[in-house]
């Protein structure tokens, strides 16, 4: 199961939203919104920018975001979306 930092933590009450580990096992964290869940994020394979920093640092997760940020950009920009919450809480 995903451990949740408590800077994910942070991240998700400026969204205004509710983060808890995913029910599904194939992902990392489910997004909730007054109680109703919208959304379930990160792939539970794949590493995030809060991995990156504890396992190499700062540098190399910073370039890790800068990628994950040029590949995903179409995403990210549609607020509410999947690809928008996994930026902000996972990756940011």
Do not use: C
């Not at 942070?10 to 808890?20: G, H, Q, R, S, T």
């Not at 999947?82 to 809480?89: E, K, S």
């Amino acid at each position: 199961m995903y451990k949740i930092t408590s800077r994910q933590k942070k991240i998700a009450k400026f969204l205004k939203v509710d983060i808890l580990p995913s029910t599904n096992e194939n992902k990392k964290i489910d997004v909730y919104k007054n109680g109703i869940k919208i959304v379930s994020i990160g792939a539970s394979g794949y590493k995030d920018y809060s991995i990156y920093l504890k396992e190499y640092g700062k540098e190399y997760a910073n370039e890790r975001q800068r990628l994950y940020k040029l590949r995903h950009a179409q995403d990210i920009k549609k607020k509410g979306s999947p690809g928008y919450y996994a930026y902000l809480i996972l990756w940011s």
